[in-house]
């Protein structure tokens, strides 16, 4: 069965970097367009970033964009995802998502697998 596990988050002071990494098998994933959400506690799931299943195409969020930076292995079956500059207001439970052979997706809604999450806090 399809298995996403995300793995790098952890406690970075503001202004710090993290490089979160989303492991996938059980798929073909190179035929999988990935992205990844977060979830802070009393918000709702949101879409940060996502990249198409063939060539080079991505997605950002508005709060992200220019600071966060999506990218995928396919030999490697990995997404990751590079964080800047992060604030308090990165800190959430970040989740990777995959559907087959689909566009950009933008949408929680998009997608067909999910990873578990990795907690990502960020000090002031």
């Known amino acids: 069965q399809v298995q996403l596990v995300e793995s790098g988050g952890g406690l970075v002071q503001a202004g710090g970097s993290l490089r979160l990494s989303c492991s996938a098998s059980?798929?073909?994933?190179?035929?999988?367009?990935m992205g990844w959400f977060r979830h802070a506690p009393g918000k709702e799931r949101e879409f940060v970033a996502a990249?198409?299943?063939?060539?080079?195409?991505?997605a950002y969020s508005d709060s992200v964009k220019g600071r966060f930076t999506i990218s995928r292995d396919n030999a490697k079956t990995t997404v990751s995802l590079q964080m800047n500059s992060l604030t308090p207001e990165d800190a959430a439970v970040y989740f990777c998502?995959?559907?087959?052979?689909?566009?950009?997706?933008?949408?929680?809604?998009?997608?067909?697998?999910w990873g578990q999450g990795t907690q990502v806090t960020v000090s002031s």
């Open positions: 059980g798929l073909t994933f190179s035929s999988y367009s």
């Open positions: 998502a995959a559907r087959r052979r689909s566009g950009v997706l933008t949408t929680r809604e998009s997608y067909d697998y």
């Open positions: 990249h198409s299943w063939s060539g080079t195409r991505t």
